[in-house]
């Protein structure tokens, strides 16, 4: 224990902490640092919003073992949150797909790389007082799932970051078509309000479970969506791409690198833990989003060379 917290969680603040600051380095060295840095710590404060509700709601629960929290959330689920959600938005500006497909792609990459972080940490388990606890908690309403953890998680997190981007995107295309720079430090936190309006919506209880032809919490349901949200991202994302702007390694190796950092962590902390259950699952999709991640770095080293 390191301040009565876990060895493993302890480590999970410092590269939580560590990513997000170097998300914060690499705004301040582009274009247009202001606006990201807001768009960036909206969407934290978004999901710090979201993810609070949810634990009041009684749909999970984090463990209050923890360094830094945010109301009843840690800071560190946060931080990885808005690193993972800049560095997909980097890659989907830097494929040049266009402004509406750009919620979409950012979205289902979002789901992909928390497929692999999830397992890793709610079976993180220790001992307090007596009473076993993961990072975090679910309330289990059937069993199977993603590795035992409900299939909505996933889709539930693309359409938090589908939500948000789509904001952005719209303050953001306003923006540069009126030039007035109130708009450019209004737009993120008016998509903190929208965003979460949404989330607690019909709308997305829809997305989620498909209510109301489904009751809350069925399987097929949820597994159903799941892979519709993931068939029409994936679609999207692959239809709309250009991949006409080359390779950059100053400014692009973030969204390369910071992905696969994040599936080889993973990997290492399901090992040193014993979690074997999500060993397949995380090798499987790993290798596939790594094998994307390729195909892009190839495209865009192509262009380079030309």
Known sequence: MIFDTPISWFLNEIIASILFIICIV???????AIHRMLELFCYVLTAGIF????VWAGIYDYSVNRIMMFGKVPFAILFIEGAIVYFVMLLMERINVPYWALPFGAGVLASIQDMTLDPSSVFDIHNFSGSLEGQWNWVKYYEGGFVDIPFFNFSGWLTMVLFFMMCVQVGRYLYYKYQKEWIGYVYPFVSILVTVILLAS???QFLLYMVP??????????LFMLCFHYIVCFFIMFKFAKYDQPYDKKRDRLMFLMPIFLHIYAFINSIVLGITKAMLPIIVVTLLHCTYLFFVYKKMKKVANK
């Open 51 to 54: 993810e609070n509700i949810g």
């Open 26 to 32: 690499h705004i301040l060295k582009g274009k247009n």
């Open 213 to 222: 032809f489904f009751k809350m919490n069925t399987k097929t349901a949820e």
């Open 202 to 204: 019909p709308i997305n």
